[in-house]
DNA sequence: CTGAAAGCGCTTACAG
DNA sequence: CTGAAAGCGCTTACAG
């Protein structure tokens, strides 16, 4: 089956004198397949000058071995790593643990792995932590998802020591190669204009933290699509929440305590939305008969819970797979930028928390 | 400030010539600390053959300079990285981030990073794919939770390799400084337990998918549970699940189409007992006086759904940190087989979901 | 198109 | 207790 010639001495035909416990090395494939180590480093590396019959040779006994460089080896000699950093402070653990697969999605057969950075922006020794997890591991690159991609002390500092980053967010706050936009804005928009489809006029909003870029675009968004028919958003129709739960839970209940309650709510997050219910629930009112619910994200959740919720689905996995898909075509020499649609459009996925006012 | 000479020649007295841009090396704080590398490189590893004052000295220059060794030369060298890798096919977002955050917890300042490596055991290459990883990454330690943990093929190929491991099961599958083991079997015994003091005695359970150990443990827990009150588990009351929102809504309406419809269902696990939940309500019937329903992890949305499950908890985060304590208390020459007790036992939580059975 | 030398930043023997 | 030499498995200049 070997065609390669085999040097070694003391060993059956496809055993080329190789310690067997020990995996293959750069120099096993260049002494068995009769070239300097460089030589193979350049088919490794896809080094244009080989001459083609050599890089034959070459993959042959690569293949042959199974040698895979080693990126330790590799990245010391290179003074990069192989490894990308997911950099976040969601605690959706939704959200994290479908950017983290839709980034598997994208590195897959590339020889890079991804290690996981969560981190809290709030803590004092937040920027030391990730500027040291970045220059430690020297970082093939990071892919930064809200809020911590909104955070101009983090990218500055990732361009300060020659990490590459990509950014995931609401609103373009980069060069092209270097952002996932998420047009949140439409996606809220496409809310209001379901709920005012639906023939509501007293419509709420939850809104996210103020720490959120999402928490603006998705709470300009909406209020733009209910501009459209001539509804305005009355302040005391608006109540700010946190992303999470409980902090839904108590903005339903300020809002559903008002003198005209709303028929509507539009929540930031799912999360929130799902709090609503709760309030709902407290308050005696049927969902969504007396009350509509729209929430954001798609989380598993929502199609759940009873009844399922109408939501704004935002394809996080796709999300990262083409952050990632950016980082790798930089070292690929092709244009990040003309990757794939430039921006991320949620959609509405209307369920059964939602239906016209009663009379 | 520093009390260490200064042996540069162009610069500053805290620049001890260094380029500005570049970390420092091991040989910028011999050169500057006035020792050899290997002097360093002993401080580093906390080797005891150096003298208190030159140990003082030296560290005080790394200080002084914030150096940290480099992870890839020092994996090079050692032949093994400072990456622990996080190997699992569980489907659930929320155990995946909580094992995540458990194993950073226990690494945090070591300077160790968390690779996350998803699976499939049922595909072709799925041994090759795991192998490979640990092989190619030198990982330092891998942590195995269900049901990849169960699979020998993937500790004996570890083994073979010099991979170190730890195993998380329902059932003690290893030696000890490799296993963290959750007494599964105990929690189902508990639920069994919070069922019949309710007074139900038409008990119905779902099960979780054979591939998983914790089905067999959780479903002789509970069946040993039931015992004790000299209650026996019929066969018609027992249906096989996936640990799926979708299979628990199957095998619930199957238990609730019996011509004697059982007064109470434990889910495997919550992701089923959700769907219980849908099951009862597309029969007309009232959660928990109706049918009470006991589910198994504590999921966060055990308790945002109405009424609250009933649960049993399970310390997820915990166990992650313990299974990377073991991996970690190897490499410091401590005994991992005493470092935490021997066995999680889970707890149950009593919520509005299960009820006394109407008369 | 190919290779010999030096180096990436550490550690392991081996001396003393 | 400390250090000079060699090496981990790759790549970058530099030659040819």
Not at 285 to 296: A, E, K, Q, R
Request: glycine content about 8%; proline content about 6%.
């Amino acid at each position: 089956m070997s065609t390669i010639e085999d040097e070694g001495d003391d060993a059956g035909p496809t055993d080329h004198g190789l310690t067997p416990g020990r995996a293959a090395t750069i120099n096993d494939i260049a002494r068995i397949a009769g070239v300097s180590k460089k030589t193979v480093s350049r088919v490794i590396n896809q080094s244009p000058f080989v001459k083609a019959d050599t890089r034959e040779k070459v993959e042959a006994v690569i293949a042959e071995l199974g040698f895979s460089p080693d990126p330790q080896a590799r990245g010391l000699a290179f003074r990069r790593s192989f490894l990308i950093g997911m950099i976040y402070d969601n605690p959706s653990p939704n959200y994290v643990v479908n950017m983290q697969q839709g980034i598997l999605d994208a590195v897959r057969g590339s020889g890079l792995e991804l290690v996981v950075h969560p981190c809290d922006r709030t803590s004092d020794d937040f920027m030391a932590n990730v500027r040291g997890f970045a220059v430690r591991q020297k970082l093939f690159g990071a892919v930064l998802p809200p809020s911590v991609s909104e955070d101009e002390r983090v990218t500055g500092m990732l361009t300060e020591v020659g990490c590459p980053y990509v950014r995931i967010a609401s609103v373009s706050l980069d060069a092209p190669e270097r952002m996932v936009v998420t047009n949140d804005s439409r996606g809220a928009a496409e809310a209001a204009r379901h709920l005012v489809g639906l023939g509501h006029k007293r419509i709420a909003m939850i809104t996210g933290p103020d720490l959120f870029r999402s928490t603006h675009e998705r709470g300009e968004g909406f209020r733009s699509g209910l501009a459209e028919a001539g509804i305005t958003l009355e302040d005391a129709m608006v109540v700010r929440g946190a992303y999470t739960f409980d902090s839904g839970v108590a903005a339903a209940r300020e809002l559903l305590s008002r003198k005209t309650r709303p028929t509507a709510i539009f929540a930031g997050n799912d999360e929130m939305a799902i709090g609503v219910y709760q309030a709902a629930r407290d308050a005696g009112l049927d969902v969504p008969f007396d009350l509509s619910i729209v929430g954001f994200d798609d989380a598993p959740m929502s199609s759940r819970i009873w009844p399922t919720l109408t939501t704004v689905k935002l394809p996080i996995r796709d999300m990262g797979r083409m952050a990632a898909e950016k980082l790798l075509a930089r070292s690929r020499g092709l244009d990040p930028a003309k990757l794939e649609q430039p921006e991320v459009i949620p959609t509405l996925i209307a369920r059964d928390s939602s239906a016209p006012p009663r009379r």
